[in-house]
């Protein structure tokens, strides 16, 4: 077989760099990389969900909660002792699988990062050589152009004689004779292959693995609630966290854990072929972005929400009981919903986003200003496609028996209506949840809720304070109320 030197197509490029390889050390010595990829995610994930837990002790954000605290203790249908074991369980499964993917990687080695960059830049020199045809296409001589370019861009006509660079090319003794050998590579060709090898190859990888994860978790996800019996026994346990904090990202059966999370994660990874350390990465950084998700606030600097629109606010709306059949996707882009349309299309049903936005409001006068937790317009309900949610009503059938007014809130007609119905059956199925007690209750809640809205704007009305004053003790006030309501139910919670 002929060797690579000796094919005649390839006998004039520069040669390739000798190498030897050694171990990469550890990031952290002496935890080997292979376990800090085990141990990251979980520390990552306990030291973002207890920053923010800490937020909430301290209530040092009230105006950017999409919930009021007392929302977290009386909707809720799972203790937080509950929670924090299905973590651990998950988290313990979580490691058993990274240890043994592990396994099947090679140690990750260092030394031959030069050679590689080199392969590319042989890759790009090989390309150039495509230039003169191109041109004769266009019907231009190359070699005139060259010609002509070469006392004054020698490089520039190098490249359009298809990698020829006469300033690099050395004469070197040849089997047979005498020929032209490149002795070396452009320096824009090395530039380039540095910055392929460096940053658009690694760029791909997590671009293919992000697309693979996104995939993976929106399909299996919706199937979930789609499929009646897969809700009930698997996936209804994490909709008993009707308001999501932190902590509870990943409070889910052991064996949806498994599946959506440990193994999607791991075969994006894997199709996406990175290494131990880029795996490391990308684990933590999926790990950032699923508590971020549900850490219960729409903070406006928060550069995990600012990236996407797939943020707290968008996944919140899965968690409401109007909202669950609708904004599947996760953890990072929301390209699934929209493609497909389960896109939430109802805008702000809920009062309790209402009064959420009014504390944060920056004009006093501007009672309805646009959506920012749903990110999506009442209006276009009536004009959305239906699909796939045209025969979520007619399956309804367990809410035809549930009272309009334990409905609330009524979604706006046509396809948030539809949504609305498949969601709260969905609700209804679940009865060791709560079943038709959750509907009541956030009814009732949702009464409280535009009571409220209703005094703030008469005060607001009455008020001839000056704007800055007006704002502050619109605030004051709201937040008052809902903290003096969050006192009391989490005083009744703790007594029973």
Known sequence: MATFAQNPTYSDLPPLPEYQTTPMPPLLP????????????IAAYWVLSMLFHWIDTKDYFPHYRLHTPAEVSSRNKVSRWEVVRDVVIQQVIQTAVGWLLGMTEPDDLVGKEEYDVAVWARRIRIAQRA???????????????????NPSHPVLAGVMLGGRYSALETTATASGG???????FATWEKM??????????PAVQYSIAVMVVDTWQYFLHRAMHMNKWMYTTFHSRHHRLYVPYAYGALYNHPFEGFLLDTLGASVAYKLAGMNTRQGMWFFTASTFKTVDDHCG?????????????NNAGYHDVHHQSWGIKTNFSQPFFTFWDRLLGTV??????????EKARIAAQKKVDQEHEETTITHSNAADSTTA????YLDDKKNATDLASIPLKDQLPLPPQGKAELQAAGSRQQVLDDKKGGGAQVLVQEAAEEKEARSLLKRKGRRRTASSLSQADSLKGLKDRVTGSMHGRAGALIGMESNR
């Open 192 to 201: 380039l292959a540095s910055a392929i090898y460096w940053y658009i190859v």
């Open 344 to 353: 939430w299309t109802g805008g702000d049903v809920s009062a309790r986003y």
């Open 131 to 149: 230039i003169p045809g191109l041109f004769a296409l266009l019907g231009l001589n190359a070699h005139g152009l060259a010609k002509n370019l």
């Open 178 to 184: 005498f020929g032209k050998s490149a002795a070396e």
């Open 30 to 41: 002496p935890i080997p990389d292979k376990l800090l990829t085990v141990i990251l995610p």
């Open 297 to 309: 606030y729409a903070l406006p600097w928060d550069p995990l929400q600012c990236l996407t629109s």
């Open 385 to 388: 496609d239906p699909r796939p």
